[in-house]
């Protein structure tokens, strides 16, 4: 492969911008106004979950919430361009992609509610559990890869990670091994400018996040995070290269964080109005709603129905979450090894008869 | 370096083997050889493992025999080593990786805690990763710095984590097949100055229980529970009391997690007296933790309280110190004659 075709280009790859304006690029094909109809449903779904959960945590119902408040285009593209046997390693800032990838909203807040430490099954819509250590699922989506090569499997592998990540070891090390494997792995780094209060330019001196691909001999994509299109685009060229066996891609998408890391963080403390206001006019969702709109492709009655429907999985998601099922104690030694050991059927044992006789103290 | 050891690892055999004299690192190099041969899905890579065979020659022969598929070379990265063998267990596959020295596994210590121990607890059982680590650990053959590490701890004090340590090449063989078929990940960890011991491998024997201690010798008088590289050191002690009338029975752990309770105990409770033996400083280890168990659990059968023979609360010794460092015959004789044997 030439160096050349490793860099990214000079500006992000940008469809409709922000006014929601069509950008023809003849390197990267539009998505047709179905798919990108279908995807603004899925937008305003992933809004509304955003805005959901940060209700929940203000009611004391969930423990914490990363919002994706902002990056949603960056969510629903890293779903949309996945076949239904490939795999996606999300983080904790990823519960809308899970969701979007099919996992049952409730399932997919069992973290954050604090009731277990992963809540779906991984192996049902092909879901890693989410992972909160940065980078590191990135080596495990390589070599989840690596195993899938080996077992015949024809998938590939989306992980995901943010900006600060790249600053991790971890980061480095799975596409070294990516792309000296030559395996079928697609990484998305949205770039929300933040790692909780530390802004990008202290993360890096590369020109670019997508720079970093070429010193793996692997393709380097620079693509405007809040244009659903052009994510598309970029991330269903660079899944058709893996799935044909041209290794792995990274694709580095610009977007923000609207909201703080969570809502134990005060991002006032380290960034200005003044900065985010301009982020308010890229969102993801307007641009679209607009492009649609100017194409046909959306009327007024679609609209409502969106916002409808995501009205209704909000509604389930709050009365499953408002619904207090306790979590099982002795689920803390359940799981720990396929079997117990002595000891932990010893501590299981011991909780029990503790929670036996706070229960018949208080009969 | 001088570690390197040119031991011709013995290429396994299609017949049915008859019981044969090996080194433990042969036997190791048996183990992965039969397991890659019998279970497709097991899978080994490192540093140096593929041509080379491992500084060790643990893995001599196999890329030869099975291919660069199943026996390969990875960039030099440990996290990336565990990292990678984390997510192809997850994908059906039986990784089996080399940690090229104890103290080079420190990279991959955020993977083997935050992830290679809690996956099957964060899904409640539904991804379990069936992946070892392999790991030359622990002193005894000169080595430079970062190459005596006695990091046992580290692991046993990480739940979701299997640790297990073989001190006879019977056990490593039996101990390596019964890790590869484990449910759970298993950090195996090799006494690498027992690599060229030798002994009889039967590799038709039933393949020991992970869990389960070895008596591995009977004694009356006082009990030495060790494991790993101190097992030899417990069994000359023994022997030398024995020339002076003493009878020391001494427990290989094998295990350290699960840990054996049951045999330890009832072995204690039969002497009365212990000694627990290992290499690691003696501070917040795992021998601590067998003192703190046997003398909880056997309190009532105890004549003297329960001593440990450990390293120094030092940095591993440069190899021309080492001899002061490691525990030795004279010193576990010196905590068992600390036994209070006059208030029997």
Redesign the interface.
């Known amino acids: 492969m030439h160096a050349d075709d490793l860099l990214p280009g000079d500006t992000p790859v940008g469809l409709i911008d922000q006014e929601g304006a069509s950008h023809p690029d003849d390197r990267h094909r539009m998505p047709t106004a179905d798919t990108l109809l279908d995807g603004y449903r899925q937008l305003v779904l992933a809004r509304r979950i955003n805005d959901q959960a940060d209700a929940l945590v203000r009611q004391g119902r969930l423990a914490v919430y990363p919002s994706s408040h902002g990056q949603e285009a960056c969510e629903v593209a890293a779903a949309m361009v996945l076949g239904e046997q490939d795999w996606l390693f999300p983080t904790y800032r990823d519960t809308v992609a899970v969701i979007a990838r099919g996992v049952d909203p409730f399932e997919a807040f069992v973290l954050l509610r604090g009731d ?3 809540g779906y ?3 049902e819509h092909y879901v ?2 989410q ?1 909160t ?1 940065l980078a ?1 699922q ?11 090569r ?2 015949g ?1 024809d998938i590939v592998v989306l992980a995901l990670c943010g900006d600060g990540a790249t600053s991790e ?2 980061f480095h ?2 596409l ?2 990516a792309a ?1 494997f030559h395996l079928p792995v697609v990484f998305l780094v949205q770039n929300n400018g933040y790692a909780i209060s530390v802004p990008l330019r202290r993360q890096t001196a590369a020109p670019s996040l997508a720079h970093k691909g070429i010193g793996y001999g692997m393709r380097g994509r620079l693509v405007d995070g809040n244009d659903l299109a052009a994510l598309l685009a970029v991330l269903g060229e660079a899944v058709a290269e893996a799935r044909d066996g041209g290794g792995p891609t990274l694709v580095e998408a610009l977007t923000y964080r609207m909201k703080s890391h969570t809502n134990a963080d005060d991002a006032t403390r380290y960034r200005t109005d003044d900065e985010v206001e301009p982020w308010r006019a890229r969102d993801p969702l307007l641009r679209l709603r607009t492009w649609l709109t100017a194409e046909g492709a959306l009327t007024p009655g679609d609209d409502a129905e969106a916002h409808a429907h995501a009205e209704r999985v909000a509604a389930d998601l709050r009365s499953a979450i408002m619904t207090d099922a306790e979590p099982r104690p002795d ?1 803390l030694f ?6 117990p ?3 932990l059927r010893e501590q299981a044992a011991q909780l029990a008869a503790e929670r036996a006789a706070a229960q018949e103290a208080t009969r | 370096m001088t570690l390197m050891h040119d031991a011709p690892a013995e290429r396994p055999a299609d017949a049915v083997p008859a019981p044969a004299t090996l080194t433990m690192a042969q036997a190791l190099n048996r183990a992965l050889s039969d397991a890659l041969a019998t279970d497709p899905s097991v ?1 080994v890579f490192g540093e140096d493992v593929g041509p080379l065979g491992g500084v060790f020659r643990i893995t001599d022969g196999l890329t030869a025999r099975f291919g660069e ?1 199943r026996c390969f070379d ?2 030099l ?1 440990e ?2 080593i565990v ?11 039986r ?1 089996v990786v080399e940690m090229q020295f104890d103290a080079f596994a420190y ?1 991959a210590f ?2 083997i805690v ?2 290679v121990a ?11 990763l069936p992946l070892v680590v392999r790991i030359p650990y622990a002193g005894g053959i000169g080595g430079v710095e970062h190459h005596s590490d006695s990091s046992e701890a580290y692991y046993v004090h990480t ?2 984590l ?1 640790v297990v340590s073989p001190t006879t090449p019977q056990d490593a063989y039996g101990l390596l097949r019964a890790a590869i078929a484990h ?2 990940p298993v950090i195996f960890l090799e006494p690498k100055k027992l690599y060229w011991a030798t002994g009889e491998v039967d590799v038709q024997a039933p393949l020991p229980e992970i ?1 389960r201690a070895r008596v591995a010798r009977e004694g009356t008088d006082a009990t030495l529970i060790a494991y790993g590289p101190s097992v030899p050191v417990a069994l000359a002690a023994a022997e030398a009391a024995a020339e002076e009338g003493r009878s020391l029975g001494v427990i290989d752990l094998r295990s350290l ?3 054996d ?2 045999t330890v105990c009832t072995a204690v409770r039969a002497t009365g007296r212990a000694v627990v033996i290992a290499e690691a400083p003696g501070f917040a280890s795992m021998a601590a933790e067998i003192a703190a168990r046997v003398s909880e659990r056997c309190f009532h059968h105890l004549l003297a309280p329960v001593r440990r023979v450990t390293g120094f609360d030092t940095p591993f010794a440069p190899p021309k110190l080492e001899k002061f460092y490691l525990p030795d015959v004279d010193r576990v004789l010196d905590a068992v004659d600390a036994l209070q044997w006059e208030d029997a």
């Open positions: 277990w430490h992963s099954d991984p192996h890693a559990p992972s250590p590191t990135l080596l495990h989506a390589v070599g989840f890869a690596h195993a899938a080996m077992r499997e070891g971890d090390e799975a070294n091994f000296v689920d359940a799981h720990v090894y396929a079997s050991t002595p000891q | 899978v598929d990875t960039p990265a996290a990336g990292g990678t063998a984390v997510g192809m267990a997850m994908n059906g596959m990784p990279p955020e993977q935050d992830h809690k996956m099957g607890n964060r899904t409640k059982g539904r991804m379990r739940p979701g299997t449910p759970d869990g997690v699960p840990f309770d049951e």
